[in-house]
Structures are given as C-alpha cells and as structure tokens.
C-alpha cells in the first residue's frame, strides 16, 4: 500500500513539474521545474528497483545536463519577449498534435500488448547486481550505439560552444583562422637602441645632495 501511494505521490509531482516547465515565463524557472522532473522520474525507477536508472537520471541530467541548460540560456541573451509574440498563431495545431497524441497513447495503453501483470515485478536471486548486468550488456552487446550516443554528445557539445562564440555586439570574438596565418613579423617588432652604461652604486651616492 505504501509503494502505491509513493507511486501516485511522485507521479503527480512529476506531472506537475512538467506542466509548469512548458508554461513558466521565465526560461531558468522552467529549467529548475524540468529538474524537479528529473528528480521525480528518478524516484518512480528506484520504487521499479531500478536503481542505476536512477542514480543516472540523479547524476547525470539533473547534475550535468540542466546545469548546462541554465549556463546555454544565461549566454545566448535570447530575447523571449520577441519569440513570445507568434505564441498564440501556433496554438491550433499544437492543440491538434496534442489531441491526436492522447488518443495514440490511450489505444497503445488499452491494447493486449501493454497489459501488466499483476504482482509486481519478480523478486530478485540473492547477489544479483543489476548495475553489473547493465554494464555488461553496455560495452559488450551494446556497444557501437553506446559509442555513438557519445559522438552524438561531443556534436551537441561542440555546438553548443559554437553558438556562445558567435559574433555579439559588446562581445570579443577570435578568429582561429586568423590566428593561425599570423607571422612573426606581424606580432614582434625589434627596435635597436643605443647602449647606455648604467651608474655604479658609488657615483648614485655621491650624486646625492649632501645635508
């Protein structure tokens, strides 16, 4: 009875905070409802045992991907007020895709092939680590997609810097290739000077005015 009441619990805070990442105002405040969602999602893996989801979903997009959400929407300055204005022409066919996802949705929920069975999931042999078995499949079954999951996060990565380095008004910019055609001869100027001897300690103290 517990379980379920967690169950409804977590469910309806992950609802709600996802409700509120789509209609905040505020582009950080809607960041930090998507992290209640994570976190939320998280609680429902551990209350299904499991735990490596879990700790995943804590770890990894709530520490490491919302954090670099905020520091995206705290660089690119993008003016919301200005994409804000053709909100309303688009709401007919959103309204449209919405309704026809429910429907998707409810049939593959009312079909024989998404029936559970009751019970609950079957207890587990004494020792059983479902991190390791996870792992395992990882880097041995799964391990080309595994590997282009990460080249598709370093593209994402090295596009996302790429937009924080583009030409602002009030903002340095450096080309690299600009760089790197400089010579020697544009940067380092040599100027020969005469040679000057400098004073001994002896002659800067008889130069100096005696009381």
Same mark, same amino acid.
């Given at each position: ?16 905070? %996802?409700?509120?990442? +789509?209609?905040? #105002?505020? *582009?950080? !405040? ?10 939320? %999602? ?17 770890? =990894? ?23 804000? #204005?053709?909100?309303?022409? !688009?709401? *007919? ?5 919405? =309704? ?5 949705? %409810?049939?593959?929920? !009312?079909? &024989? ?13 004494? %020792?059983?680590?479902?991190? #390791?078995?996870?792992?395992?499949? =990882?880097?041995? @079954? ?15 990565? +090295?596009?996302? +810097?790429?937009?924080?380095? &583009? /030409?602002?008004?009030?903002? /340095?910019?450096?080309? *690299? ?5 400089? /010579?020697?001869?544009? &940067?380092?100027? +040599? ?16 130069? @100096? *005015?005696?009381?």
């Amino acid at each position: 009875m517990t379980t379920v009441v967690l169950f409804y619990l977590f469910a309806v805070v992950l609802l709600g905070a %996802g409700l509120a990442t +789509i209609t905040a #105002k505020n *582009p950080v !405040h809607a960041a930090l409802f998507l992290m209640l969602a994570f976190f939320s %999602g998280a609680c429902l893996w551990m209350l299904m045992k499991a735990e490596f989801l879990a700790v995943a979903l804590v770890l =990894i997009y709530v520490g490491a991907v919302m954090v670099l959400f905020l520091f995206v929407v705290m660089m690119l300055d993008v003016n919301f007020e200005e994409l804000r #204005k053709g909100f309303w022409k !688009h709401v *007919p066919l959103a309204v449209t895709v919405a =309704i026809i996802m429910a429907v998707e949705m %409810g049939l593959i929920l !009312h079909s &024989r092939a998404a029936e559970v069975v009751v019970g609950g999931l079957p207890e587990q042999a004494a %020792g059983y680590n479902n991190a #390791k078995a996870l792992g395992y499949l =990882i880097y041995t @079954q799964y391990f080309l997609p595994f590997q282009l999951s990460a080249a598709l996060l370093l593209v994402g990565m +090295i596009a996302a +810097i790429a937009l924080t380095i &583009r /030409k602002r008004k009030n903002t /340095k910019y450096i080309n *690299p290739a600009v760089q790197i055609a400089t /010579k020697r001869e544009d &940067r380092v100027r +040599i100027v020969k000077m005469a040679a000057e001897a400098r004073p001994t300690v002896g002659e800067v103290v008889e130069e @100096q *005015p005696k009381a």
